[in-house]
Structures are given as C-alpha cells and as structure tokens.
C-alpha cells in the first residue's frame, strides 16, 4: 500500500509542478477600451453581507453596467445592492428543470448589454484593476472564455478543513496546457469569474444549454469546447479572492452538490474514491510510513505557494492532510444519496431537475 500511496503522489506532485511553471496568473494591467463593453452580471440570494463587502469594488471596476439579479433573496439584497449603485433585478419564478443559478444567469446575460459578459458569485473580492487584469488575459489568450480561480480565504477552523481541497483538485488533477486542447474533456471551469465574449455565449445556448447541471461552469466550458470555442484558464493572484463557506457543515454541503457531477454521475465510483484517498493520506499516518507522508505535507504546502496561500495558519493547514479523507466522508454520504439542499432549494444529486 505504501508504493501505491507513493506513486499516486508522486503523479499528483509531477502535474502539481508543471502547473507551477505554466499555470498562467492575472497580472497588473492598464484599464483598456474593452471595459466599457464588460456587464458585470451577479446573482445573489440571500447575499446582503456579502455584496456590502464586495459590490462596491466591483462598480469601481471601470465595466459598463454591474447588475445584480435578486433570487428571492429572504434577506434586503435587493435593497443593499440598489443603494450601492448596481443595477437590480427581480428574479423570476424558477421554471422546472432549471438550477437556480442557472436560471439567474441566464435572466442576467438576457438583461445584459456588453458585448462581453462577466459572471461573478457575489461573494468573490475583486481588487482594484482585477477587471483590467482579466480584460488583458482574455486578449492575450483570445479565448471565449476565460475562467479565473479566486484564492481561497479562510478565516475560522471550520472553513479550513474542506475548502482547500478545492485547489488541490485543479492544481493536482489538471494540468494547465491541456485547457488549450480542443478536447472537450480538457476543460476546467469555476463559476466564480466567467468571463464569456457574448457571441460565443450566445452560440451555445447560454445558460439553457445547461440548466440542470449543478457543474454548471464545467458543463459549460464543455458545450463551448464542443463547438469549437476556446478556453482560457488562470489564477486570480492577488486580484482575486473568495470566502465561500462559513464552517464545515456549510463546506460539506457545498462540496456535496459538486461531488456526484464531478463523478459524472457514477454514485459507485464514489465509495471507490473516498477509499483510495484514505489509502493514500490517512493510511501512511496509521502505519507511520514517513515517505508518503512527507509527499502528502509537500503537495500541500505546494499547492499552497502556488495559489498564494502564505500566511502562516494556510500552512498549519497542511497538518490535516492525513485526516482529510476522514473529514470528506460526510461530503460522499450526501454525495451519495437522491438529493442535496442548498440555499434553500433541492435538487437531484445527478444535475437533474430541482425539486
């Protein structure tokens, strides 16, 4: 077991390294004529604490219009949003078969103007010049879409336990050049930051292209890639930042409602998955077998470094590496069954149509 805990991370530190030299990361940029084409489109329920933090950097970015779509919020997001300056919409009913966020953005590019359509969580810190900083990676790149990672902040011991998986699942799992293959499998999206030229946006259907998907930015940069749309990838650096859950039952239920897509909806490879990272992290601990062990402390540290992630409680992070697997097992037994809640709303845990 020890030589298959070894050679798995060593595989995962070989993608893990390459993706230090060519993973691309936004860079400083001056403001060019594109903004003025950008619509700022973010759905949000419930998210009046948070876009009082986020939204005004957001309007000082320099896009033609920002808009925030209210989907019946029970808090005063509408309210927050309107007072800060942001274009507010009422959300319609949500129609069978559709996600909520799917069909929120898709009322947002329909209400939207800019050629260019930026969709971004509510939740998501854009520091000053992040948005000439993405326009320039998108030029530079000439892609349709451009997804960018925000780093990770976490504040409270709740919210470390899970949430850094999710960069370790881009930086080990996926390896950076592969995105500019016209492979629709060599694609890795976040919903955090899409950045969409409208044409090509328009050309695969939107959001109703994928409305039941609850990976809906891989499902996405999927459809683009099928019709032969290119995508671009990259790190938000210091640009780009992001909170997304509060404690570790809110890491568990978010991570929940990804896990099965990200299996492609095969519930048996689910049970298969938690054991073979158990196998590789949590079994060196038990029988103390130091050289997975210390492969497993630096890919975290690794990834860590290249996501930005310094500070000094990012890195005692790492200690948990072992008993990772143990944590995510409540993620796998809701992963597991029919269906998932989140915000309020219940959906089939395969992406089908919310209950």
Not at 106 to 129: H, I, K, N, Y
Request: glycine share 8%; aromatic share 6%; charged share 20%.
């Amino acid at each position: 077991m020890s030589r298959l805990a070894t050679g798995v991370l060593l595989l995962k530190l070989g993608v893990l390294l390459l993706n230090f030299r060519t993973f691309p990361r936004l860079k400083a940029a001056l403001m060019n004529d594109l903004a003025a084409r950008v619509s700022i489109l973010v759905p949000a329920r419930d998210e009046a604490d948070n876009l009082r933090r986020t939204l005004p950097l957001l309007l000082a970015q320099g896009a033609a219009e920002v808009i925030v779509l209210d989907d019946g919020s029970a808090d005063n997001t509408a309210a927050i949003a309107q007072a800060l300056g942001a274009k507010v919409l009422a959300g319609q009913p949500l129609p069978a078969g559709w996600g909520g966020k799917n069909w929120a953005c898709q009322q947002l590019a329909q209400a939207a103007t800019g050629d260019l359509l930026l969709f971004t969580d509510a939740d998501v810190d854009w520091e000053r010049g992040a948005l000439a900083a993405a326009l320039a990676e998108l030029q530079r790149t000439e892609a349709d879409l451009l997804s960018v990672w925000p780093r990770q902040h976490n504040v409270m011991a709740g919210e470390r336990l899970l949430t850094p998986l999710l960069d370790d699942l881009l930086l080990c799992y996926f390896p950076a050049p592969i995105a500019a293959l016209p492979l629709k499998d060599a694609s890795a999206a976040i919903g955090q930051v899409m950045l969409f030229r409208r044409a090509a946006y328009e050309r695969l259907g939107g959001h109703a292209a994928v409305r039941s998907a609850l990976m809906e930015d891989m499902a996405l940069a999927r459809a683009l890639k099928g019709l032969g749309g290119k995508l671009a990838v990259a790190l938000g650096a210091e640009w780009l930042s992001v909170r997304m859950y509060r404690d570790y039952p809110q890491s568990v239920a978010g991570l929940a409602k990804m896990t099965l897509p990200f299996h492609r909806g095969w519930r048996a490879a689910l049970p298969l998955t938690l054991a073979l990272h158990v196998l590789v992290y949590t079994l060196p601990l038990l029988r103390f077998q130091p050289v997975p062990l210390v492969l497993a402390l630096l890919e975290g540290l690794l990834v860590r470094q290249l996501v930005g992630r310094t500070k000094a409680a990012d890195r005692a992070e790492v200690l948990l590496t072992p008993l990772l697997p143990l944590l995510a097992a409540p993620v796998y037994w809701q992963a597991a069954q029919k269906k998932v809640r989140w915000k309020g709303r219940e959906y089939d845990t395969a992406g089908d149509e919310p209950a």
